[in-house]
């Protein structure tokens, strides 16, 4: 099996040879390593190319079985944006997921749900699993200059959840999200970003969106180095009302306008419901639930021109 480590090397001695071409693009202005999207798109005829991994420790609680257990998930990422137009852009992505379980153990009964399923409250141990192959498509309505104070567009996607990852948030057959994306120029240095939109999920007793927004602020400390700050929560409404809340920070270096590096790390704190296989309602067949997730991460994002763009026609 090919290590996510060694697959990201030789992407990397792969693309290395069309640095110089990829310099006379546009700037580029990837999402990693946010959580958030950027409202603004590579631009016409443009590649990008987003590639990351993230690990880290997760603990979880069962507060209805007084159960515990924790591990070590791992993630690949990654993504591929095309530029329609100057404005509109399609997107590929996809997840390849690890779980590396270090323990499953009572706070209380020793004939809890974990001791007679293991597997149930969070899953076995696994490496190589791909999970949530996304399609997606973005725009830019309008960037800011200085009669505009702001930029601005949406994105829609669809992601279809091929195998359970290592949460134990209720699982769904896939996501619809739609959202509302913002950027502005603070100062020389400083900029905002923001996102709001909503998940809708796919499958049996769904109910009503979850609703999620982020708020983003970067700064530009020279030498085509960067950092960043941001806090995003959702409202899980069709897990019973819980809620996930993220902190996330880190830095990125543009080894050229069109490659950078970036390192990031974060905690991420969820108040969920749990699937409970030995409730037999189809109403209530959940137990709440809470989880600790502290990770870091880092990757790479690159832009190529794809196709040539067309001589503009003479006046």
């Known amino acids: 099996m090919i290590k996510p480590s060694f697959l990201l090397c030789l992407i990397l001695l792969a693309i290395s040879p069309g640095l110089a071409t990829a310099q006379r693009g546009l700037r580029i202005d990837a999402d990693r390593p946010s959580l958030g999207q950027t409202p603004i798109t590579v631009g016409k005829h443009y590649l990008q190319m987003q590639v990351g991994q993230r690990g880290g420790r997760l603990q979880g609680s069962s507060l209805a079985t007084d159960t515990y257990a924790e591990g070590n998930p791992s993630q690949s990422q990654f993504l591929v944006r095309f530029g329609l137009s100057n404005k509109t852009e399609l997107s590929l992505g996809a997840t390849r997921m690890g779980f590396n379980r270090t323990t499953y153990e009572s706070l209380a009964f020793p004939n809890s749900l974990i001791k007679l399923l293991p597997g149930t409250y969070y899953p076995n141990s696994f490496d190589g699993r791909w999970n949530n192959l996304q399609l997606g498509l973005r725009h830019t309505l309008m ?7 702001f930029s ?126 030995f409730r037999t309602s189809p109403i209530i067949f959940s137990d709440p639930s809470k989880e600790r997730y502290w990770f870091v991460g880092g990757g790479v994002s690159w832009k190529i021109k794809a196709l040539p763009s067309k001589p503009a026609k003479a006046d």
């Open 143 to 149: 960037d800011e200059t200085h009669e505009k104070p």
């Open 152 to 277: 601005l567009g949406f994105s829609g996607s669809y992601t279809l959840q091929s195998s359970a990852d290592f949460s134990r948030q209720l699982d769904y057959n896939g996501n619809v999200q739609l959202g509302i994306l913002g950027s502005k120029v603070l100062s020389h240095r400083v900029y905002a970003m923001g996102n709001i939109g909503l998940n809708q999920p796919i499958g049996a007793l769904v109910g009503s969106p979850n609703i999620y927004y982020l708020v983003n602020f970067a700064f530009d400390l020279g030498k085509n180095l960067g950092t960043f700050f941001e806090t995003r929560q959702d409202f899980l409404t069709n897990d019973g009302g819980g809620d996930v809340s993220a902190f996330h920070t880190g830095l990125s270096w543009k080894l050229t306008p069109n490659f950078q590096f970036d390192l990031s790390g974060g905690f991420i704190r969820t108040n969920m419901m749990i699937e409970n296989p």
